[in-house]
């Protein structure tokens, strides 16, 4: 069943918490950064739907009990980007062809260390929020990247 994503409840909640922190969630910053745990709430905020699959899905539990992809940002890409099942189901575009509430990622070598929310845009530029180096309404251009893949989240199942 197909549950539509709220993207201006997840924009809020970046707005809400781009400078602090959630304490419902662990923070991230001494274990290699809290932006892909933010991306992660601020999704859930907008679809509250998690992906329960041992190893391979998204969710968040505990600091103990969580799926990869809901704190490292390789691993939210690839979820995002193969999931059909339950949860959030995306699919890549260009940053500049996002929507208010979609994820963009940054690669570098390769892989992805960033992960993004779009929370506006100015004259087509993505303006963002993230965690580790807090931020709301920033550019996406003031950030060095070999590549940026943009998540458009289309729905969420149930």
């Known amino acids: 069943m197909e549950v539509l994503y709220e993207r201006e409840k997840a924009v809020e909640y970046a707005r809400k918490w781009a400078f602090s922190r959630n304490p419902a969630y662990y923070n991230f910053d001494s274990l290699g950064g809290d932006c892909t745990n933010f991306a992660s709430q601020c999704l859930y905020a ?12 998204w969710y968040y539990i505990s600091l103990n009990n969580r ?6 940002a390789e ?17 890549k575009k260009s940053p500049f062809e996002l929507e208010i509430g979609d994820f963009i990622s940054l690669v570098s070598d390769g892989r992805s260390y960033h992960t993004l929310i779009a929370v506006g ?3 087509g530029m993505p303006l963002i929020a ?14 060095y990247y070999e590549d940026a893949i943009g998540i458009h989240i289309k729905y969420s199942n149930k």
């Open 46 to 57: 907008g679809a509250p739907v998690m992906n329960y699959t041992r190893d391979t899905g």
């Open 67 to 72: 799926a990869a992809a809901w704190t490292s």
């Open 75 to 91: 691993y939210f890409k690839r979820f995002m980007l193969r999931n059909t099942g339950i949860g959030p189901v995306c699919e």
């Open 121 to 123: 845009f100015d004259n």
């Open 130 to 143: 993230a965690h580790t180096y807090n931020a709301f309404m920033r550019q996406l251009d003031s950030y």
